[in-house]
């Protein structure tokens, strides 16, 4: 199991067109990746899930993956994280 912690920039958060971005880059890895935030935990391949947890500018968010590709995961999905855009 790996995982980080990384703070939403963005304006508008992870919601519609920055979720979408999130769950498509989290489905090209074949372990298993969840979203973070305090005691909830959702699956990061789920559109609904991402949304559910109405992720702000400035929450602070962990990603968690688990299975033979996971640093990778984790380190594309910070990365994608850091670099939406408005």
């Known amino acids: 199991m790996y995982s980080k912690t990384v703070q939403v920039?963005?304006?508008v958060g992870l919601h519609a067109?920055?979720?979408t971005f999130f769950i498509?880059?989290?489905n090209e890895f074949?372990?298993?990746i969840w979203v973070e935030i305090g005691t909830r935990r959702i699956n990061a391949k789920s559109l609904l899930g991402i949304l559910s947890l109405g992720i702000v500018k400035g929450t602070e968010i962990t990603?968690?993956?688990d299975g033979a590709d996971e640093e990778a995961a984790v380190t594309a999905l910070i990365e994608l994280v850091q670099k939406l855009d408005d």
């Open 24 to 26: 498509q880059k989290a």
């Open 30 to 32: 074949k372990c298993s």
């Open 17 to 19: 067109r920055p979720a």
């Open 9 to 11: 920039t963005n304006s």
């Open 63 to 65: 990603i968690i993956a």
